[in-house]
């Protein structure tokens, strides 16, 4: 394929000669099994990109995640349902501990002193009669007072025109003088605590200004110590991990809870650069009382947090300084500089995962083997190679000769592909959304009326019939339909051309002489703009330019390349309105996008989307640790942020995977004799939850998956 790639681009007028050329260079797809006997204990995968690094901690791309997800494991992951089980861990258990200033120059409202017996007595009182708001707590203790001498940056002096930067002024000593602490042990995370414990205080937590507890020279330094440094309150959700006793990394050592505070300590190392930082910011303390305990204590509350420890776990003894100092001193290099981004380990990687590591040729193959002492049993695949390709169409033509076991359709590739009877044959529906985006800071977009009434000039179906093949469907708002916080009621925009004139008029548009609408004087014109090199996108703006320019609406059409449209224009937020897409993950939070706080510049929300009950929403959804509320809550999101429109929320993309039909499930009984089981697919309809009991046949099985039932 090399040598017909080449031709390729040096003689187009010999597509059609080389292609099938191509095509019977390589074996047949039924040859494949029965001339390697070890095919069938091998599973091929294919890649157009070569992994960057096999680390979890450290990789950010698909096809580095893809080998990463064999050879490490996490303490948790998903189920067919998609709720949580153990891996690593075999159960957890998340509670509660939150800290309450108390401060005896303050008094209560029958002008008792608010000392810490005071306090807690009342409290205990309440309790015993039954408060709701105490009915989670399972112990008080009181902390002593504290004091402690932080150093906050003073401020920068003033620059004189034209004059040199003077230098930086030197940190300034703050003190702080922290009162005593009442100490709660909570059974259940309740993001509601202090509000109602407020009520039964009459209003005390709220009399609580930090900066009563700080002595500072000057306010700013004050202020920014305050902030930093003294929580009157305080919420910590903690996790409690059991971990699976016995289970063993690839080289043999037993994995235990040091290796997970290892990870979390390698991760959060700024020598690192993980990408994976966001994930565990908000933890304040991993720590590991024995060797199969796990406690995680938050910062605050932060739900979305539980899902990041899915995230592959690292030997510890193959990675601290000791081993990383050994072998920077063996490299010739400065063990002080050495880090783990640096080590050999990320090109030979060891984890507890179902698959070992073998060997990596860049761009050509990575090898891994099973690993027999997997704590959940082996896999039935002996290998797993994953096949480096240069191009989609040698991915294609890979499949089609059997040295490749799967692959992902093209859409116009569907109606042919999807009732093959050599393939195992399943349709997915992305996680993902694409969207028109309209810029809320913009006088024509501030009116929900207009942006409804573009949204229902557009035939979404027709995008999907004809840009897509059919490969698709409607959506509705910002959740992926299979999630609970996908709200079902939700009816997709209609395609009402006249309807969406009417709210026009009704927001006071009117057509000129020329045909376009006008209002006080000024034409409702704007720019759609998307990035250069996706037709699809570029095919969106021009059936959206055409359904709105019918409604009177002047709009012209503009691609950019992609690091000059994101650079220049999106985080910039120097746009009208903007086609674009997002991959969606599996919680609720959507703060980073729709939050009125982060509408900044380099912001996720350059939309600039602000809503005051969709901000409580969405800051309630990520400190909920309750599913049912949490998943109540997102409901009303969505339907708020669908009334809204800040976007014209268009369709989510579906995708064909075909399998070889000669990959079954296989069980042993318990007289050692096959038994084959039917693909089961999980709730995002991916057929991959039960790859370990994957196998390849030398014929394809056939329903009820009897061994001696086998097409031949």
Known sequence: MRGAKLLLLAAPTLVSLVLLQSYFWVPTFQDQSRGDPGRLTRYISSSIADAVILN??????????EVNALVFEGLIDRDLDLSFRGRLAESWHVFEEAYLFADATLRLPDGALATPETLQARLRTAQAAGAPALRAVEAMTVLPAETSTVQIAAAAPARRPGGPAPPGPAPVSVVIRRPPRIKFTLRAVDQDFFRNLDRLLGGYVGTLDPLRYVAAPEPASARAAADAHVRPTEENPVIVFRLRRGVRFHDGREL????VRFTYETLMDPRNLSPR??????????????????????????????????MGILPEHLLNREALAAEARAAGKDPAAFSVR???FNRRPVGSGPFRFAAWESDVSIRLVRY???????????EYLVRILPDALTAELAFYAGTADGYGAQAHQVARLQDDPRFHVNSLLSLGYSYIGYNLRRPPFQDVRVRTALGMAIDVDEIIRYVLYGQGGRTTGPYPQQTEFYDPGIKPLPYDPAGAARL???AGWRRNAQGILEKDGQPLEFTLITNSGNEERQAIMVIAQNAWRRLGVKVEILSLEWAVFIRERVNKLDFDAVVLGWAMGLDADLFQIFHSSQAGPQQLNFVGYANPRADELMG????????????????????RIAHDQPYTFLYVRRSLVLMDGKIVRMVRRPDGTPEYLPFEPNRLGRL??????????????????????TAG
């Open 620 to 639: 309630r959804i990520r400190r909920e640790y309750d599913e049912a509320r949490q998943t109540a809550m997102a409901r009303e999101l969505h339907r």
């Open 277 to 310: 930082v966001p994930d565990f910011e908000p933890i304040k303390a991993v720590e590991s009382p024995d060797s199969y305990t796990v406690r995680v204590t938050y910062k605050e509350l932060f739900q979305p947090g539980f899902e990041s420890w899915g």
């Open 504 to 506: 026009l008029a009704e």
């Open 342 to 344: 640096d080590s050999g």
């Open 372 to 382: 027999d002492d997997y704590w959940e049993g082996p896999p039935n695949f002996h």
């Open 56 to 65: 979890p901690t450290l990789s950010a791309d698909s096809a580095s995640s």
């Open 688 to 709: 991959s939850f039960h790859f370990n009991e994957w196998i390849k046949t030398p014929r394809p099985v056939l329903p009820p998956y009897r061994p001696e039932l």
């Open 256 to 259: 235990t809870a040091k290796d």
